[in-house]
């Protein structure tokens, strides 16, 4: 758990003081302890993601609402593959929140809340232009704060990081009946890098200049067509939409992690 929690920490959490928000919508600290008890499902608390000074480093967009699974999982596959291919930013991570599917960006540098927003909504608005009924809850309400996977969600799912080749499994129920391992959760952030500084700078500008927000930018960023299928699930940073369960078995084993069943067996 404490290597879980370190991995969280480097990604989506600040160096300062966290805070998240009580039953009663008050902040409190988070404490180490805190953590734990949300990531063992004895008690879920929404993390604050933008600090008392404003800032924000973790940026995550919910794909669920209106509409199938299948239509939700196919625009997250876009914004993902448009993340690292058009924008040239590292890999996301991918999770299952129990009722819809999310993408965690993490940034190494705090930036200001408003412009954290601007970029989550600059992604939706280029890449996803005709797909206004995709995401639950606008962009700018995940800036500021989220229940970190893994998690035990109200609804009884569970809520954790998958492996990208992983999200079609999960289109018709995106949640998990049981806790999953914290070996697996760790294995599926490790190797994941956060957004530098002059990345998300570059990023944002093309973005801005997509949008016709700023006279000159780097290079325009066209909108992101349909990329061919990979069906290899060791392919570096490349967001999968098909998997064989022999992809994703020979993945998790490279990675010293051993499957488990997502549902309970009658």
């Excluded at 993902?80 to 991570?93: C, F, G, K, M, T």
Aim: proline letters at 9%; glycine letters at 6%.
């Amino acid at each position: 758990m404490h290597k879980l929690i370190s991995a969280l920490t480097r990604l989506y959490l600040f160096e300062e003081q966290q805070q998240y928000v009580d039953a009663q919508g008050g902040a409190q600290p988070l404490m180490p302890a805190v953590l734990a008890r949300h990531l063992s499902g004895e008690q879920t608390v929404a993390v604050q993601l933008v600090s008392e000074r404003g800032l924000a480093r973790a940026l995550v967009l919910e794909f669920g609402g209106k509409g199938g699974g299948e239509a939700h999982w196919s625009a997250l596959c876009t914004i993902a593959n448009a993340v690292q291919h058009e924008l040239d930013l590292p890999a996301p991570a991918v999770s299952i929140s129990g009722t819809a599917f999310q993408l965690w960006l993490s940034l190494a540098t705090p930036v200001p809340a408003a412009q954290a927003r601007q970029f989550a909504q600059l992604l939706r608005s280029t890449f996803l232009p005709a797909s206004t009924d995709i995401l639950a809850v606008a962009p700018p309400a995940y800036v500021e704060q989220a229940a970190l996977p893994p998690c035990l969600q109200p609804s009884g799912k569970w809520a954790a990081f998958i492996h990208p080749s992983m999200g079609a499994a999960f289109v018709d129920e995106p949640g998990l009946d049981m806790p999953p391992p914290p070996a697996a959760q760790l294995g599926f952030l490790e190797s994941l890098r956060s957004i530098n500084p002059a990345q998300f700078a570059q990023a944002l500008a093309k973005l801005q200049g997509h949008a016709g927000l700023v006279d000159a930018v780097p290079a325009p960023v066209p909108v992101a067509a349909a990329l061919p299928s990979v069906t290899s699930a060791t392919a570096s940073g490349l967001l999968l939409q098909d998997a064989t369960l022999e992809d994703i078995v020979r993945w998790l084993h490279a990675r010293h992690i051993e499957p488990t069943f997502r549902h309970r067996l009658p």
